[in-house]
Protein backbone atom coordinates (compact mmCIF):
# COMPACT_ATOMS: atom_id res chain seq x y z
CA UNK A 1 0.00 0.00 0.00
CA UNK A 2 2.81 2.64 1.05
CA UNK A 3 4.39 2.47 -2.77
CA UNK A 4 1.27 2.91 -3.96
CA UNK A 5 0.39 5.64 -2.20
CA UNK A 6 4.07 7.28 -2.89
CA UNK A 7 3.17 6.85 -6.39
CA UNK A 8 0.13 8.16 -6.73
CA UNK A 9 1.38 11.21 -4.49
CA UNK A 10 4.25 11.71 -7.23
CA UNK A 11 1.95 11.47 -10.20
CA UNK A 12 -0.79 14.21 -8.29
CA UNK A 13 2.68 16.79 -7.82
CA UNK A 14 1.90 17.20 -11.76
CA UNK A 15 -2.29 17.68 -11.73
CA UNK A 16 -3.78 20.94 -11.66
CA UNK A 17 -6.82 19.62 -9.75
CA UNK A 18 -4.48 18.25 -6.88
CA UNK A 19 -3.15 21.67 -6.16
CA UNK A 20 -6.83 22.79 -6.67
CA UNK A 21 -7.65 20.13 -3.99
CA UNK A 22 -4.84 20.34 -1.47
CA UNK A 23 -3.07 23.26 -2.16
CA UNK A 24 0.40 24.03 -2.29
CA UNK A 25 3.13 25.77 -0.39
CA UNK A 26 4.07 24.26 3.04
CA UNK A 27 2.66 21.03 3.88
CA UNK A 28 1.49 20.06 0.67
CA UNK A 29 3.35 17.33 0.22
CA UNK A 30 1.72 15.51 3.33
CA UNK A 31 -1.75 17.07 1.85
CA UNK A 32 -1.21 15.24 -1.33
CA UNK A 33 -0.43 12.00 0.36
CA UNK A 34 -3.33 12.22 2.28
CA UNK A 35 -5.21 12.47 -1.18
CA UNK A 36 -3.79 9.45 -2.50
CA UNK A 37 -4.58 7.15 0.16
CA UNK A 38 -8.05 8.53 -0.51
CA UNK A 39 -7.93 7.57 -3.68
CA UNK A 40 -6.59 4.37 -2.88
CA UNK A 41 -8.78 3.20 -0.59
CA UNK A 42 -11.69 4.11 -2.41
CA UNK A 43 -10.84 2.30 -5.00
CA UNK A 44 -9.41 -0.69 -2.91
CA UNK A 45 -12.57 -1.23 -1.08
CA UNK A 46 -14.47 -1.46 -4.48
CA UNK A 47 -11.80 -3.67 -5.88
CA UNK A 48 -10.63 -1.54 -8.54
CA UNK A 49 -6.35 -0.75 -7.73
CA UNK A 50 -4.27 -2.19 -10.74
CA UNK A 51 -0.76 -1.32 -11.24
CA UNK A 52 1.05 -2.46 -14.53
CA UNK A 53 3.45 -5.05 -15.20
CA UNK A 54 6.88 -2.59 -14.21
CA UNK A 55 4.88 -0.71 -11.35
CA UNK A 56 5.32 2.24 -12.70
CA UNK A 57 2.14 3.09 -13.40
CA UNK A 58 -2.09 2.82 -11.06
CA UNK A 59 -5.36 3.15 -12.20
CA UNK A 60 -8.24 3.74 -9.65
CA UNK A 61 -11.70 2.68 -10.86
CA UNK A 62 -14.86 1.62 -9.09
CA UNK A 63 -18.57 1.17 -10.02
CA UNK A 64 -21.12 4.08 -9.62
CA UNK A 65 -23.68 1.54 -8.15
CA UNK A 66 -23.08 -0.52 -4.89
CA UNK A 67 -20.04 1.36 -4.16
CA UNK A 68 -18.30 0.55 -1.29
CA UNK A 69 -17.24 3.75 1.35
CA UNK A 70 -13.92 4.81 2.24
CA UNK A 71 -12.69 4.15 5.52
CA UNK A 72 -13.50 6.92 8.04
CA UNK A 73 -10.35 7.42 9.34
CA UNK A 74 -8.96 8.51 5.87
CA UNK A 75 -12.24 10.22 4.97
CA UNK A 76 -11.59 12.46 8.05
CA UNK A 77 -8.41 13.19 7.56
CA UNK A 78 -9.11 14.23 3.61
CA UNK A 79 -11.34 16.84 4.81
CA UNK A 80 -9.42 18.23 7.90
CA UNK A 81 -6.13 17.95 6.91
CA UNK A 82 -5.73 17.43 2.95
CA UNK A 83 -8.60 19.44 2.26
CA UNK A 84 -8.80 21.50 4.87
CA UNK A 85 -11.43 24.62 5.84
CA UNK A 86 -10.27 27.49 3.23
CA UNK A 87 -10.67 25.31 0.07
CA UNK A 88 -13.71 22.80 1.66
CA UNK A 89 -15.93 24.77 -0.04
CA UNK A 90 -15.12 24.91 -3.27
CA UNK A 91 -13.68 21.21 -3.32
CA UNK A 92 -16.78 20.19 -3.00
CA UNK A 93 -18.51 22.60 -4.96
CA UNK A 94 -16.42 21.02 -7.71
CA UNK A 95 -17.30 17.68 -6.43
CA UNK A 96 -20.96 17.91 -6.41
CA UNK A 97 -21.66 19.42 -9.94
CA UNK A 98 -18.95 16.33 -11.11
CA UNK A 99 -20.92 13.87 -9.38
CA UNK A 100 -24.46 15.35 -10.31
CA UNK A 101 -23.48 15.43 -14.27
CA UNK A 102 -22.38 11.34 -14.14
CA UNK A 103 -25.72 11.12 -11.96
CA UNK A 104 -27.37 11.95 -15.37
CA UNK A 105 -26.09 8.71 -16.90
CA UNK A 106 -26.99 5.15 -15.99
CA UNK A 107 -24.84 2.66 -14.15
CA UNK A 108 -21.31 3.28 -15.04
CA UNK A 109 -17.30 2.20 -14.07
CA UNK A 110 -15.84 5.78 -12.28
CA UNK A 111 -12.46 5.69 -13.66
CA UNK A 112 -10.87 8.44 -10.67
CA UNK A 113 -7.62 7.59 -11.45
CA UNK A 114 -4.83 7.00 -14.32
CA UNK A 115 -1.39 7.63 -14.15
CA UNK A 116 1.96 6.82 -14.82
CA UNK A 117 5.43 8.27 -13.10
CA UNK A 118 7.50 10.74 -15.63
CA UNK A 119 10.07 7.74 -16.15
CA UNK A 120 7.49 5.62 -17.65
CA UNK A 121 6.20 8.05 -20.14
CA UNK A 122 5.79 6.58 -23.54
CA UNK A 123 5.99 3.39 -22.55
CA UNK A 124 3.39 0.44 -22.97
CA UNK A 125 2.20 1.24 -19.17
CA UNK A 126 -0.63 3.04 -19.42
CA UNK A 127 -1.67 1.39 -22.44
CA UNK A 128 -1.92 -2.19 -20.31
CA UNK A 129 -3.62 -0.22 -17.18
CA UNK A 130 -6.31 1.08 -20.34
CA UNK A 131 -6.97 -2.41 -20.99
CA UNK A 132 -7.18 -3.68 -17.37
CA UNK A 133 -9.88 -0.47 -17.47
CA UNK A 134 -11.66 -1.74 -20.90
CA UNK A 135 -11.98 -5.57 -20.01
CA UNK A 136 -13.54 -4.12 -16.22
CA UNK A 137 -16.12 -2.57 -18.64
CA UNK A 138 -16.37 -5.25 -20.86
CA UNK A 139 -16.69 -7.89 -18.24
CA UNK A 140 -19.34 -6.07 -16.08
CA UNK A 141 -21.17 -4.23 -19.44
CA UNK A 142 -20.70 -0.78 -18.10
CA UNK A 143 -19.67 2.51 -19.26
CA UNK A 144 -16.66 4.20 -18.18
CA UNK A 145 -16.27 7.86 -16.97
CA UNK A 146 -13.44 10.01 -16.35
CA UNK A 147 -12.86 13.60 -15.61
CA UNK A 148 -9.15 15.23 -16.60
CA UNK A 149 -8.24 19.03 -16.02
CA UNK A 150 -5.55 18.45 -18.78
CA UNK A 151 -6.41 19.61 -22.21
CA UNK A 152 -3.77 17.21 -23.14
CA UNK A 153 -5.30 14.16 -21.68
CA UNK A 154 -8.58 14.70 -22.70
CA UNK A 155 -7.51 14.41 -26.21
CA UNK A 156 -6.02 10.91 -25.63
CA UNK A 157 -8.84 9.89 -24.16
CA UNK A 158 -10.89 11.03 -27.06
CA UNK A 159 -8.85 8.93 -29.00
CA UNK A 160 -8.97 6.15 -27.16
CA UNK A 161 -13.09 6.10 -27.22
CA UNK A 162 -14.27 8.77 -25.00
CA UNK A 163 -16.28 11.41 -25.44
CA UNK A 164 -16.96 14.69 -23.74
CA UNK A 165 -20.23 14.92 -23.09
CA UNK A 166 -19.66 18.01 -20.65
CA UNK A 167 -16.98 20.35 -18.92
CA UNK A 168 -17.43 22.83 -16.02
CA UNK A 169 -15.30 25.66 -14.36
CA UNK A 170 -15.22 26.28 -10.59
CA UNK A 171 -12.56 29.14 -9.84
CA UNK A 172 -10.52 28.90 -12.99
CA UNK A 173 -10.30 25.26 -13.23
CA UNK A 174 -11.68 23.40 -16.36
CA UNK A 175 -12.95 20.34 -15.70
CA UNK A 176 -13.76 17.78 -18.87
CA UNK A 177 -16.12 15.48 -18.18
CA UNK A 178 -16.05 11.94 -20.28
CA UNK A 179 -17.40 8.70 -21.63
CA UNK A 180 -16.58 6.07 -23.58
CA UNK A 181 -19.56 3.59 -24.10
CA UNK A 182 -19.52 -0.26 -23.88
CA UNK A 183 -20.14 -0.53 -27.52
CA UNK A 184 -16.69 2.03 -28.47
CA UNK A 185 -14.92 0.32 -31.54
CA UNK A 186 -11.46 2.43 -30.92
CA UNK A 187 -10.13 0.68 -28.21
CA UNK A 188 -6.21 1.91 -29.20
Known amino acids: MRKKIQMVKRILEQIPSAEFTVG ?5 CRRRRILAHYLIDEAQQNEGVFMDTTQQGIILFYPSEGKKPVCWKVKLMMIFIAVGPFRLKRVMQRKAQVEKMRSNYPPHIYCSFL ?8 TNAILELRD ?8 QNLPVMVETVIPKNKKIYERIGFTTYSQIE ?5 TYCLIRQINAENSN
Open 24 to 28: SGWGA
Open 115 to 122: GVLPEARG
Open 132 to 139: ILFQKSKE
Open 170 to 174: IDGLI
